[in-house]
Nanobody
Framework: VQLQASGGGLVQAGGSLRLSCAAS????????MGWFRQAPGKEREFVVS????????KYADAVKGRFTISRDDAKTTATLQINNLKPEDTAVYYC????????????????????WGQGTQVTVSS
């Protein structure tokens, strides 16, 4: 299984980016797709997750109202629309998959994720 993250870049504060994560290969069980980010000198932190059917999402408080995750009809690509970017959003963004354990499960723990992409850099200038 491979995850390919793309869409990062350098933008000014207030700008927008769209990140994509495409999964290839065979994942035998339904899976949640999630995004994490890691800023220099900081630990990796949860950003958002989306269920296989795209109906259940969870957002970190820091990104609510600015980030929107969606999943394509084939369920193999997750797109993260980021609006009103702030300098504190600067980080490497990683996508990952976790077994879908239902809508009440906490997908904020990176240890629950099995496959990880290579990361895409997002840099926001002030």
């Amino acid at each position: 299984v491979q995850l390919q993250a793309s869409g990062g870049g350098l933008v000014q504060a207030g700008g927008s980016l769209r990140l994509s994560c495409a999964a290839s290969g065979r994942i035998s069980t339904p899976y949640v797709m999630g995004w994490f980010r890691q800023a220099p000198g900081k630990e990796r932190e949860f950003v958002v997750s989306v269920s296989k059917n795209g109906l259940t999402t969870k957002y970190a408080d820091a990104v609510k109202g600015r980030f929107t995750i969606s999943r394509d009809d084939a369920k193999t690509t997750a797109t993260l629309q980021i609006n009103n970017l702030k300098p504190e959003d600067t980080a490497v963004y990683y996508c990952a998959t976790a077994p879908d354990r239902g809508p009440l499960f906490d997908y904020g723990d990176s240890n629950e994720y099995t496959y990880w992409g290579q990361g895409t850099q997002v840099t926001v200038s002030s």
